[in-house]
């Protein structure tokens, strides 16, 4: 088991190492588009329009396409030779082609519906929700782009490939900022958001176009064939259904919230996306690293019918989840509201749209470690190419979330529904906890738990530092390094204390040697 410990360790930190690089631009991008557009018409127009093709992105993307794609490669890979494999990935290539095609022009089409449907409050807007249409139909092709994104990156991660499928996503983030420091500024304000919807579509070719290498050095390619025919399309397509939604609950819950915080207060939509962008960095770092590389490890244990390994990957990858996901949700609502002034308190974004977007990330922040664990606990069904029972467990927690949301928006605000969000994390985690140990047994569940104690005790100390270490001076540039650093620190020293076994993987994590694709 040490070795495929030391394998995954590995391969996450190839995963968060390209992460970190492609979410620090991710922030530079997200702090140019604040200081232009601010939390008004322009922003909430532009992040709600551009939540109807990341809702399709999830979809037939990285979400349950992946999900269903990895198993059935991975059993490719294991019992079949290598030209029966590319032929399957040229069918696969040349269906998901036709159905992104057929998806774009329907969305392009339908793009007033679905604006109705996802910002049903800009209606008291004519203008608002104009403009959203509008920018919904030139987003729409980013589908096409970024879904063959996302294949290729399943396939590079079953092929043990890490780095550059974690930084490609970073290829959006060049366009736009690359649009709004050389082209904006020439334009009028209606048509810098507009500029920048055309700037979303080229991002997303270039993550398409900066993988295709990678595929190439491995020995594969992808090549139009059409085979609708072929059996692994029609697998791929039984496995794909269902976890459309089990394994999009996140996207759909933001979706809810969408239509939610269009009835709140203008910039509410704003303020949600930015909480939420600023909770993902952790999450997409540590936790979705661990999630990235547990799926292809698990559907190659089972494909090789190995049990004992698959239960040791899940394991092993919900403890160091937990390890590192605890201590950055305490730091986020300790220090929260100094870390959103940092990044986005510039230009049109002011202090009320600050502690707008604080009081989501508060609330988002209680979950971080639930949708990690969801994700992975999710995984593990995926790789027994089970993806009913995930949609059981979403569709439970989809009702909840929605009841929360109702309830809570108007006496919280955003908060309430980054609450509802959170909460609804944790009992579609504890759902899937319940049904996968009835479908394998026991998963060290009492290992994880005293893992996870020593990790909250640690982030008790990393609270307090922060808190204080905040205040040694009044300038945001030296006191939120400072609070992260002081938090960093208190929590490795407990951790130390208490003997946890994910310190010395956390310090491999991040060893040098360790961060080369």
Known sequence: MEQEHKTLTKNAGKT????TLSRILGYARDMLVANVFGAGMFADAFYAAFRIPNLFRRLFGEGSFSAAFIPVFSQYLHAKDKSETQKMLNAVFTALVLVLAAITVLGVFFSPILVKIIAWGFTNDPEKMQLTIELTRMMFPFILFICLAAFLLAILNTLHSFFIP?????MLSFSEIFYMLAIAPALYPQNQIKGLAVSVIIG?????????PKLKNLGWHLKFQLNLKHPAIKQIAFLMIPSMIGLSVDQINAFVDNICASFLASGSITALYYSNRLM????AIFGLAFASVSLPAMSKAYAQKDMTTLKSSLNYSIRFSVFTLLP???GLTVIGLPITKLLFEHGKFDDIASIVTNNALFFYSLGL??????????????????TKTPVITAAIAMVLHAGLCYILMYPMGVGGLALATAAASYF?????IIYLRRKIGRLGIKKILLSGLKSLLASAATGVAAFFACKVSGSLFISVPAAIAAGAVAFFIIAKLLKSEELS??????NKNEQTS
């Open 204 to 212: 997303g070719a270039l993550h398409f176009g900066t993988q295709y």
């Open 280 to 283: 993902q960095l952790p999450l």
């Open 428 to 432: 579609n985690m504890i759902l899937l």
């Open 369 to 386: 470690p639930a949708y990690a664990m969801a994700k992975i606990f999710a995984n593990a069904f995926y790789a027994f190419q089970d």
């Open 166 to 170: 974690a930084f490609t996503p970073s």
């Open 505 to 510: 993987v956390f310090t491999r994590l991040f």
């Open 16 to 19: 968060a190492f390209g992460t």
């Open 328 to 330: 950055a949700a305490v």
